[in-house]
Structures are given as structure tokens and as C-alpha cells.
């Protein structure tokens, strides 16, 4: 069926490696880009390849336009620009939401012509607000918390992905060296935020490996958040830099999530927002975190952070075909399904892991319904699932994270987006 289904792709074979180009006047792979993907089984039904491309084009639109805000110059009097952490918080500036700003923008080069303007000032707004303890890391809020200003893991993996996607796009010979950026803030990563025992990524800068008093030992290279398992990530940054900690990293979030889909979601494959040892002492197995463990109640469900989780997985298994995550998103994409009657406007934000909704959730947002859509992408066998999401979120828009997190995945649903 597969075979079949590839008469409606232009393609456009992926890159392996991420050399520095020389600087050239345009972007090498402007927007849009129809990539091929060797895990695909089905696309969005219903609309023509044309259609798709102009679904992503007015979201970015009206996602640039709520969103992207100008923040001053520099030093040298450049621009800066900074994506807004809410509409409800339009001064607060989050390193999770640069890091999403910083993809989307290097992805709608060519639609958009001001995107290497935009990109640069985005990265030069990174760079001017250092974390606390690795300032080759990013803080993870602006303005700083009075308490200490750390870094956060998802936000400086997705801005160090973004620089690659830049050094593809624009080439490292310009005023900012994009590769060399991105070697920097990849040995930041690895040194600052990865297990050195666990090959875990760790929740920031700011968690000591083996604990520490001040937190009773509970945060440690055993307590990851699980959106921040990003396979697809991984498998660049090893293919850029050369450096084997990848191919680790990528060994202990499989095992991360064989253990906690095995012995808590067997037959939903959900995962929890957070994870901690099963045991007394630090290792492997984990289990769910308990209620209240960094964020809420709910920090040992399916919720606000794992609700990523389907897009980073199922980016792996359309990028580079993965069976591992593949399985994975088999399950869990088909019990959604089930879940729902098919109904995404029935899907409940946020479960426990069984598959119960959690009470007082009972509404739609395309935040959980996103990632949803591109792992069907990923089963041949679920075209009306596949279907039905689109419909819901590709012209619905809620706030920068639901927005952020849906155009990222219109990319991917649409095949405009490609690994550096």
C-alpha cells in the first residue's frame, strides 16, 4: 500500500550530514519543500498537495503575527525579535517558545522573505539571556525569575536543531556561524543536561546528576520529562557532530519508554509527563512521577508536557522509517482512536495512563489532537482518524503553545518538514 501511495509526493531526498554551506543569497530549501518520507503510510485526504502548503502558510501567518514580537537591538544596534510566552503573558518570554519560533521560522524561508531577519534576531535574543549556571544555555524565562534564571532541556534541543536547519538553509559563512553555534550549544547540551550514568536528558542545567540535599535527591539524571525524548533530534545532532552520547541517548529513552509503557500503559502506550526511579536507590526501571512532583497534580499523567510526545516519536518514524517508534505509535495511535469513537472533538485533555480521561478536562485542544494527526501518519490503516484531525486543527488557533506545537505538525502533515 505504501508503494502505492508515493505517486503524490515530489521527492526531495533528505540530507545526511550538516556540513556549513557558504552563504548564498536565498535559502537552499525554501518553503515548501514536499520531503519524502520513508515512514509515511497515509497523508491528510481530502485536499490537494497546494492546499496543504496554503493551510500552513496562513497559519504561520497568523501564528507570526499574535506571537512574534520585536525586542529591541543589541549592542551592535541589530535587531531582536522574542516569541511572546502567552496572550495572557505577552511580556514573558520562554526558551521553550524560542526554540519552537526559531524551527518554524528557518522551515518558512522563501514564503517568508524576512525569515533569515527574524531567525538571527530570534538567536541573538537567545544568546543575550544566558542561564544562570551554563550560559552557553538559554534561561528558560524572561524577564528572569528573581530566584535563579536556569535552563530548560526542550528549549535549548529545539534551538540547537533550529541552527542546524539554519546552516542547511542559509549557509554558516554570513554573520552568524550557525554550525559553530550549534556545536556550542550541543556541547553545553550533552555536558550540562544529559545523564552522565542515565544518558537521560535531564529537566535543565539546574538538576545535579546524583541529587542533592536541597531537593531531598528528587530531581537526578533518573527524573526526565518524557516530551523532551526527541529520537529524530538526536539522530541529527549524532549525524552533525559525530559524537557517540547520541546514539546513548537515543538507547536510554527507549528504554525509559519500554519501561513505563510495559509496567503503566500496556495497552494505551501514553506516557506520563514525568518519570523517576521505580526504586529506592537512582536507576532504571522508572515509574511515573507522583502527583505534584515539579509542576501539579497530574505530573504522573498523560498531560501538558507528554501531550508532545506523539509528535516527537512519530517524527523519528517518518524521518527515518524507526520501527521502535513506530510500535510505539501503532498502540497508542489506535487506541486514541478507540477512545474516541474516531471523534476528535471528543479527545480529553489530558488521561492517566490506563486511558481514563482525567475529571474536569472534558474539552477539545488541538494541543493533544496535533501530535495525534501525524502519528496516524504513520499507520496505514487509519485514514478517517487521520482525516477527522486535520480537519480540527489546521485552521483552529488557541495560544503560542497549542499554536506553536499545531504549526510544527501542519509542517510535518503537510511534508514541508525535512531533517537537517
Known amino acids: ?58 497559519f504561520y501567518d497568523e501564528w507570526k503575527q499574535r506571537y512574534l514580537k520585536e525586542a529591541g537591538s543589541d549592542e551592535a544596534g541589530r535587531p531582536l525579535w522574542r516569541i511572546i510566552h502567552s496572550l495572557q503573558k505577552p511580556d514573558e518570554t520562554v526558551s521553550e517558545g524560542m526554540g519552537y519560533g526559531m524551527m518554524i521560522v528557518a522551515y518558512m524561508a522563501g514564503y517568508d522573505p524576512d525569515a533569515r531577519k527574524i531567525f538571527d534576531g530570534l538567536f541573538r535574543y537567545a544568546q543575550a539571556h544566558p542561564s544562570d549556571i551554563d550560559p552557553r544555555l538559554m534561561g528558560w524565562v524572561q524577564p528572569p525569575d528573581p530566584a535563579g534564571n536556569d535552563s530548560a532541556f526542550d528549549g535549548d534541543a529545539d534551538i540547537a536543531y533550529a541552527l542546524l536547519l539554519a546552516d542547511r538553509q542559509w549557509g554558516s559563512g554570513g554573520a552568524i556561524d550557525y554550525a559553530a553555534a550549534a556545536r556550542k550549544r550541543l556541547a553545553a ?44 533530534h538526536f539522530r541529527s545532532f549524532r549525524e552533525f557532530g559525530g559524537d557517540p552520547l547520541w546514539d546513548g541517548v537515543e538507547a536510554a529513552i527507549e528504554r525509559a519508554v519500554s519501561d513505563l509503557e510495559a509496567g503503566y500503559s500496556p495497552q494505551t502506550g501514553l506516557m506520563p509527563d514525568f518519570a523517576e526511579p521505580a526504586g529506592s536507590e ?94 496516524a501518519m504513520t499507520q496505514p490503516d487509519q485514514q478517517a482518524w487521520l482525516d477527522a484531525l486535520y480537519e480540527a486543527v489546521h485552521d483552529r488557533h488557541e495560544d503560542c503553545y497549542e499554536d506553536s506545537v499545531t504549526l510544527i505538525n501542519l509542517l510535518l502533515l503537510s511534508n514541508n518538514y525535512w531533517a537537517p
Open 282 to 375: 537512582q536507576g532504571f526501571p522508572l515509574k511515573p512521577a507522583g502527583p505534584n512532583f515539579l509542576e501539579g497534580p497530574h505530573d504522573g499523567d498523560y498531560y501538558y508536557n507528554a501531550g508532545r510526545y506523539p509528535w516527537r516519536a512519530s517524527t523519528a518514524v517518518l524521518l527515518y522509517g524507526d520501527d521502535f517508534w513506530r510500535q510505539r505509535m501503532d498502540k497508542l495511535s489506535h487506541w486514541a482512536e478507540s477512545a474516541t469513537g474516531g471523534d476528535p472533538l471528543r479527545l480529553n485533555a489530558g488521561y492517566y495512563l490506563d486511558g481514563s480521561p482525567i475529571e474536569g478536562q472534558d474539552y477539545f485542544t488541538t494541543f493533544f489532537a496535533s501530535p495525534l494527526a501525524t502519528a
Open 1 to 58: 500500500m505504501f508503494v502505492r501511495l508515493l505517486w503524490f509526493f515530489v521527492l526531495v531526498p533528505l540530507a545526511a550530514g550538516c556540513a556549513a554551506f557558504p552563504a548564498s543569497p536565498g535559502p537552499a530549501r525554501p518553503f515548501p519543500q514536499h520531503a519524502f518520507y520513508p515512514g509515511q503510510r497515509i497523508r491528510p485526504g481530502g485536499y490537494s498537495q497546494g492546499e496543504l502548503d496554503d493551510h500552513v502558510r496562513a
Open 189 to 232: 547540551i550533552a555536558e550540562s543536561t544529559i545523564g552522565p550514568d542515565s544518558r537521560l536528558p535531564m529537566l535543565g542545567d539546574w538538576v545535579v546528576p546524583q541529587g542533592s540535599a536541597e531537593d531531598d535527591i528528587r530531581y537526578n539524571q533518573y527524573t526526565p520529562r518524557t516530551s523532551d525524548f526527541m529520537p529524530a
